[in-house]
């Protein structure tokens, strides 16, 4: 196999593909990317795996000289490619040594034997799940992924996003028992009504495929018994799913609204923060006061640290209410809401809190609210 490679155009894919390999296996092709050299296609493709999940891609700025395959280690040949002192430079490989030559300068290396690099899935008999555009898809990911947890192993739907295709709507999913985050859209064409469980480290994964690629990109969505496919070009991700159940998590929704409360959202995300500095290595909880037709109170209290108070403008309507959040949750779910405002309704002070944008339900998040004492709420109502 010999390439000629244009550095800047190939390797935007080859760290693609390198993200998806697993360095500290022990399988050493596991830890290197499969290079496929075509002499008739004239292109190459890369194929990499942690065996959760998978990516091929075909990189530009590659000519093929002679054809021809080969794993190559990520931890030397890639740093090799990235420091490269030349724009373009040659690889060549032959029984199992390997070349690279970039201008007067060359490196050697050795290669992992190909005959150990996995057989990566095929989506030829993957059934057709949907097809939006990468913009869509990454927004709905990145919102409704902010309440998943990630290292908790059970139950299984822990640590997981749910992709949930129900009417020609796309719902995005994920709650780590504390909290729940629903993102939803339209995608351009949608399949039969079906779903999917995947892993969190492999939709992270597909967060950074999304934001490399144009917004406007068409990204097409396939589904088998044990595997998601993502298309994007000339770039597919395999992702493994999980083999569990996730909550009726419509079921435990509640629509009793007793206050609703619309904020700047900056304002609130600040003012959360400064009293996080006081309880984060505490409790880590927020008294919330509203006031209807007033304003709203927030505190926060940690024993031998400090205390903090903030009263913050608001529009709240419905009854008086105190109820104390986790701070971490709190922002979190602020932070994901795009606008300069937020939409807060409350089920009392031991109820469910859901956020939104003021006048749009495509994006939703649930907060249970934490226990205090009653000397705590007392003492902020006394305040």
């Keep these: 196999m010999k390439l000629q490679i244009n550095k800047g155009d190939f390797l935007r894919s080859w760290q693609i593909a390198e993200r998806n390999t697993s360095p500290k296996s022990t399988i050493n092709s596991l830890s290197g990317v499969l290079v496929r050299a075509s002499a008739a296609d004239e292109n190459i493709t890369l194929e990499a795996t942690d065996l959760k999940t ?11 000289e002679r054809e021809g395959e080969a794993v190559l280690p990520v931890r030397l040949v890639g740093e090799l490619f990235k420091m490269a002192p030349t724009g373009v430079f040659t690889v060549s490989v032959e029984d199992g040594k390997g070349v690279m030559s970039s201008g007067r300068n060359q490196y050697k290396f050795t290669t992992y034997p190909t005959r150990e690099f996995p ?21 709905a990911v990145s919102e409704g992924t902010v309440a998943s947890t990630v290292g908790e192993d059970f ?4 640590g997981t996003t749910f992709f949930r295709l129900v009417n020609g709507v796309l719902k995005v999913v994920s709650t780590d028992g504390r909290r729940l985050s629903l993102s939803e859209f339209h995608p351009s064409q949608a399949g039969d009504d079906s779903d999917f469980l995947l892993p969190l480290a492999g939709v992270r994964e597909l967060q950074r495929l999304l934001t490399g690629v144009d917004s406007g990109q068409q990204v097409v969505v396939l589904a088998e018994r044990t595997l998601a496919f993502f298309q994007a070009g000339s770039v597919e991700l395999s992702i493994r799913r ?5 909550p009726d998590y419509e079921s435990i ?7 609703t409360m619309e904020i700047d959202k900056a304002s609130l995300v600040g003012a959360l923060e400064r009293i996080d500095v006081i309880v984060r290595n505490s409790i880590r909880t927020a008294i919330l006061t509203l006031s209807p037709g007033g304003d709203l109170t927030i505190r926060g209290t940690a024993q031998e640290i400090g205390t903090a108070r903030e009263i913050l403008d608001a529009t709240i309507d419905g ?3 105190t109820a104390a959040f986790n701070t971490g949750y709190l922002i979190d779910g ?10 807060m309704n409350f089920d009392g002070p031991s109820g469910q809190m859901s956020m939104y944008r003021p006048g749009d339900r495509d994006f939703f998040y649930m907060l249970m609210p934490v226990k205090v004492s009653d000397r705590d709420l007392q003492e902020e109502e006394e305040d």
């Design 54 to 64: 998978s990516v091929k891609c075909i990189p530009s700025g590659v000519t093929v």
């Design 119 to 139: 057989v990566l899935p095929a989506s030829n008999t993957a059934t057709f799940f949907c097809s939006c555009a990468a913009a869509d898809l990454l927004t």
């Design 155 to 158: 139950p299984k739907y822990l």
């Design 242 to 246: 999980v083999d569990a159940a996730f």
């Design 253 to 259: 929704l509640s629509d009793r609204v007793t206050n």
């Design 319 to 321: 009854e008086s209410m």
């Design 334 to 343: 602020l932070k994901a809401i795009e606008g300069d405002r937020v939409l």
